[in-house]
Structure formats: C-alpha cells, structure tokens
C-alpha cells in the first residue's frame, strides 16, 4: 500500500466511523493560511470562501468538516511507513499558520505501515495536536482513531462555542494522553 493508497482508505474508514453525523471527511481541500491587505486596500485572496494552493492556502491531506457551514474542524496529515524531521517541521508550521485564520481547528498526523511516533515528532513539533501511528487499518486501530477524531471534533467545538457566543470560560486545561507500546 502507498502513501494515496492509505488515505483513501482512511477517508472512507473515517466517514463511515462519522456516518449518520454532521461531518464529513474530505481529500486535498484548500485551507486559508493567511488574509492579506494589499497596497490597494483589497483583501486578498479574494475569494477566500473559495481558496487554491499557492495563493494563501494550504491543501489538506483528510479534512473533517462541519457539514451544514462547510467548515473546518480537524485536519488529518497522513503518512505511510515513515516521517521525517522535515515532515514534522513543515506540517507543524502549516498546522499553526492555519490555525491563524481557524483558531479552533485542530491538526493530527496518522502515519500507517508503523506502530511506534518517533522521538522527532515530540523533538520537532509545535503545531500538532495529535499523533497515531496505524500499524494496521483494522477495528482496534481504527476505534482509537475514532475516538481522538471525535475527541478532537469536541475541542474544536468548544473552542469554536467560546468564539461565537459570550465568552463565560472559567477554566481551561490541556490534557495529553500517550499510550506506551508494551515491550
């Protein structure tokens, strides 16, 4: 299996895990990662509702978004086999650059083909908020997925609710959660 390979059959196993909910799951969308004034006065891109690669905006390896509004919650970068130093460094930036524009989205890596996140994600990342790695596609792995995604849909949620209502926020708290492989 391949790199492409992997994401779709991802995307398809993520959907079905969201079936009958107000998300979907969508492949190499286009997200804003930076709104300009140019010396004319105009916002640029212009058509932000509608953003293309290399003009302010970031493509999307999996993207889960609110349905009803078409808008985003939870990024999934995927890779298979392996990552690099270079990965981490680059889709961490892109995770903070679209978090600029999107402060409630949250940013995740999946690699498949492997069982261990090496050291370089935690050394390297500062925009990530999740990580797995898939030895497998199969019901263990892809229910542990599931439920960080939707642990991850909730935050963005709850971050998304402190934007648009009255904020009454008396707490916030981070919590990390790593499973250790036994040895």
């Known amino acids: 299996?391949?790199?492409?390979?992997?994401?779709?059959?991802?995307?398809?196993?993520?959907?079905?895990?969201?079936?009958d909910s107000q998300y979907e799951v969508k492949t190499g969308k286009n997200l804003i990662y930076k709104v300009i004034?140019?010396?004319?006065?105009?916002?640029?891109?212009?058509?932000a509702e509608n953003p293309m690669r290399g003009n302010y905006a970031f493509q999307t390896?999996?993207?889960?978004?609110?349905?009803?509004?078409q808008l985003p919650l939870v990024v999934i970068e995927t890779k298979h086999k392996s990552f690099s130093t270079?990965?981490?460094l680059t889709y961490s930036t892109k995770a903070q650059k679209n978090k600029e524009i999107y402060p409630y989205l949250r940013y995740?890596?999946?690699v498949?083909?492997?069982?261990v996140i090496?050291?370089?994600f935690f050394t390297h990342n500062s925009g990530f908020d999740f990580a797995l790695a898939l030895k497998r596609i199969n019901d263990f792995s892809l229910n542990k997925l599931g439920m960080i995604i939707k642990d991850q849909i909730n935050n963005a949620e709850l971050l998304l609710d402190i934007i648009t209502d009255?904020?009454?926020?008396?707490s916030f708290n981070t919590r990390i959660m790593i499973e250790k492989i036994k040895a």
């Open 1 to 19: 299996m391949n790199e492409f390979e992997f994401r779709e059959k991802l995307k398809d196993k993520i959907q079905e895990n969201l079936a």
């Open 37 to 47: 004034v140019n010396p004319q006065g105009k916002y640029e891109p212009k058509e």
């Open 61 to 69: 390896d999996l993207l889960i978004m609110k349905k009803d509004k």
């Open 86 to 88: 270079h990965d981490i």
């Open 108 to 110: 995740g890596l999946v």
């Open 112 to 115: 498949g083909g492997i069982n």
């Open 118 to 120: 090496q050291n370089r």
């Open 166 to 170: 009255r904020n009454r926020t008396g």
